[in-house]
């Protein structure tokens, strides 16, 4: 059943390579794109106590945000489909002349669209007032879907990990956004007897992701922030090719090489990034040898259909 607590962890996929091997290093994927054909990745555990939440409140609906390209407002629209309640996205921007994939998806699992322009989009209060007349009956999400309920679905993949392999890793790696799943899995980690060691790769340009983590660890009352936290995970900003959905060919080459090597798609907003910048640290040497790396594949795949409709059918599917 979708969202029961007895549902298939997602697999840990082995990857085999001669740049793991000159380090000692065993490198696994933990493929959460896996966990549902079209409410996956990081989105399907911030979904997941949400959901919960709404039905707790007995509210019918799910309000939220997103950008015309946005892997959440997929997720929250297959999210409704698949659980039958109803959901409205509020988009930001005009009304597009052709729908992409994530949109005319989002409208065939039943989501009504709200376009907005890009500054009334800025102040959410103002949006959320207004659409609260339409649908006094609904929950709001914040866009991306990070809230504590979406870090307490994230949390869940560090003790899944742990049974998986058998052990604790040395590193847990995984792309960043708004910093709700790395929050969620950092503070998961602070909570054993050894800490894992936590590395965010920054999909956005910029250095102030930290401070939006360190606000979310804050917010969960960890009482072990201001003694522990910070010396078990960082973020790293090198690796955003120019910022949210910038790329280059290198990239491209990348995630087409990774689909042939390893049968591994990755996205090129988020995954992509994320797993070039690993294997770029791994040649470096900033992972001891004889490390135990999980990078987490947090979704997103539906992006490379858009992603190839702007740019040209770059990426394999």
């Known amino acids: 059943m979708f969202f029961s607590e007895n549902y298939i962890p997602s697999p840990l996929q082995v990857i085999q390579d001669s740049r793991l091997t000159a380090q000692n290093i065993r490198l696994f994927i933990k493929r959460d794109d896996l966990l549902h054909p079209s409410v996956s990745g990081n989105k399907f555990r911030k979904i997941k106590y949400n959901y919960l939440e709404m039905k707790r409140l007995g509210l019918k609906g799910v309000v939220t945000f997103g950008g015309a390209f ?40 039943g989501m009504t669209l709200h376009f907005v322009s890009r500054s009334e989009y800025r102040d959410k209060l103002a949006l959320q007032e207004q659409f609260s007349r339409q649908y006094p009956d609904f929950y ?13 679905g994230a949390a869940e993949i560090v003790p899944e990990i742990i049974t998986q392999l058998g052990a604790q890793p040395d590193y847990i790696c995984l792309a960043c956004g708004t910093g709700g799943t790395v ?43 201001s003694q522990k936290i910070q010396k ?4 790293q900003n090198d690796y955003h090719f120019g910022g949210y959905a910038k790329w280059s060919m290198p990239l491209v080459d990348f ?26 640290l791994i040649e470096k040497g900033f992972f001891p040898k004889h490390s135990t790396i999980v990078a987490v594949h947090t979704g997103g795949l539906q992006g490379i259909a858009g992603f ?10």
Not at 232 to 235: A, C
Not at 258 to 279: A, C, E, I, R, W
Not at 308 to 317: A, D, K, S, V
Request: charged share 15%; aromatic share 12%.
């Open 308 to 317: 190839n409709q702007r740019f040209g059918h770059l990426i394999y599917l």
């Open 183 to 225: 929050s969620g899995i950092i503070s998961a980690s602070e909570k054993l007897e050894k800490p894992i060691n936590i590395v965010g790769f920054s999909a956005l340009k910029g250095d102030f992701l930290e401070k939006e983590v360190e606000k979310w660890l804050e917010m969960t009352s960890n009482p072990l922030f």
């Open 70 to 109: 946005s892997n959440h407002i997929h997720a929250v629209a297959a999210a409704g489909q698949v659980l039958g309640f109803p959901t409205v996205g509020i988009i930001r921007g005009d009304t597009p002349s052709i729908s992409n994939a994530t949109l005319t998806f989002a409208q065939t699992c």
């Open 232 to 235: 078990h995970w960082l973020i």
């Open 140 to 152: 709001w999400l914040p866009e991306g879907g990070t809230n504590t309920f979406a870090l307490e």
């Open 255 to 280: 995630i087409n090489n990774t689909k042939s090597q390893f049968n591994l798609p990755l996205d090129p907003v988020y995954t992509g990034k994320m797993l070039f910048g690993v294997f770029d």
